[in-house]
């Protein structure tokens, strides 16, 4: 397949800016794997759609406050850099800009308590950067740290929790699983209540989820790394589902990525961690996703390439022609679809 077979047209007004002010109230179309068939519903709605003896797999990874800016010492040039990934004890990869202004041995400050020196420069132009805290890292960070937003949102985000999922717990993202925005903790205690399973992995999702497909036929391109865990706890819960028939429903691409990496490495799921660089793309033969609530994903991207492996390539892109129509709001603080 080639990469412009995932196309639409999308008009920027339905880019969401700004997160809803309740996280249930967002759309959501509910799309027949098998059928096609398309409803129009409610986030509040999704009890109408999960059964008990289900299990509901959320990644529980937290997002970074990544974005933060230097002045370079001597010369007081500003350089905004963005965690990408842990190297070492306060040493991380990160996206640098203007990547000029930020060469090894270049030191920088970002508030009292945090600075750092270029140590290195990666093949594909990212930074290694070795921070000298004054104090513990993760809250001189949180100190001067800004939400890694993506480049498509402008509007300014006045409450960074609402890029936290309610049940986010693992430091580590540059950005959020952003399909567990809309999920509430009242919502999630009336699913348990129901008698849906809920369990937890972790895939710290890295800024590579926003890169675009560069290469015409799909199967040319080169997926980024992230890194997964996944508990005993969790893998019981997931096994137990399927001895007993019970649906497992991914909350996310990062989830569905975390479980179908496991399955195809270990041909079942059980506690490990890892890193992966599986792609999903039609003809993907999945091993232990039934169901996926998953946001609307932007054109050409790998993500909706996954989403088209699993509920078909011409079911998927006439729903996405139909969001648009029906002018749902799209990617990160947009509606949800769920696919069953």
Not at 128 to 157: A, H, N, R, S, T
Not at 236 to 245: A, D, H, L, P, V
Not at 283 to 297: S, Y
Request: proline share 4%; charged share 25%.
């Amino acid at each position: 397949m080639k990469t412009s077979d995932f196309f639409y047209e999308l008009p920027q007004e339905l880019i969401a800016q700004t997160p809803l002010e309740k996280r249930d109230n967002s759309r959501m179309l509910v799309l027949g794997r098998e059928s096609g068939n398309i409803e129009h519903k409610h986030f509040f709605d999704i009890f109408d759609y999960l059964n008990a003896g289900d299990c509901l797999v959320l990644n529980d990874t937290r997002v970074l406050p990544a974005r933060i800016y230097g002045i370079r010492q001597g010369t007081g040039a500003v350089v905004e850099f963005v965690l990408l990934k842990q190297l070492g004890t306060n040493l991380w990869e990160c996206l640098a800009g203007p990547g000029k202004k930020a060469k090894p041995g270049y030191a920088f400050k970002f508030s009292e308590r945090l600075s750092a020196i270029v140590h290195d420069v990666l093949p594909d132009g990212n930074r290694v950067l070795k921070f000298e805290p004054k104090g513990e890292f993760f809250e001189c960070l949180d100190e001067v740290g800004q939400m890694p937003l993506p480049p498509y949102i402008k509007e300014k985000l006045d409450d960074k929790e609402r890029y936290q999922t309610v049940y986010s717990k693992e430091l580590g993202s540059a950005a959020a699983p952003t399909a567990g925005l809309h999920f509430t903790k009242e919502i999630l205690e009336k699913l348990k209540e129901n008698g849906v399973n809920i369990a937890f992995v972790t895939l710290h999702v890295g800024l590579g989820t926003f890169r675009p497909v560069k290469v015409d036929d799909v199967t040319e391109h080169k997926m980024h790394s992230e890194h997964y865990s996944v508990s005993k706890e969790t893998a019981e819960i997931i096994n137990k589902t399927k001895q007993n028939g019970g649906r497992v429903i991914c909350v996310g691409t990062t989830s569905c990525r975390t479980l179908e990496s496991v399955a195809e490495k270990y041909g079942e799921i059980k506690e490990c961690s890892g890193e992966t660089e599986i792609f999903i793309y039609p003809g993907f033969k999945f091993e232990c996703m039934d169901g996926l609530i998953t946001n609307f994903h932007l054109p050409e991207s790998t993500l909706i390439m996954l989403v088209s492996a699993f509920a078909g390539y011409e079911n998927v892109m006439n729903a996405y022609n139909t969001a648009v129509s029906e002018k749902y709001r799209f990617f990160s603080f947009g509606d949800a679809m769920l696919i069953l």
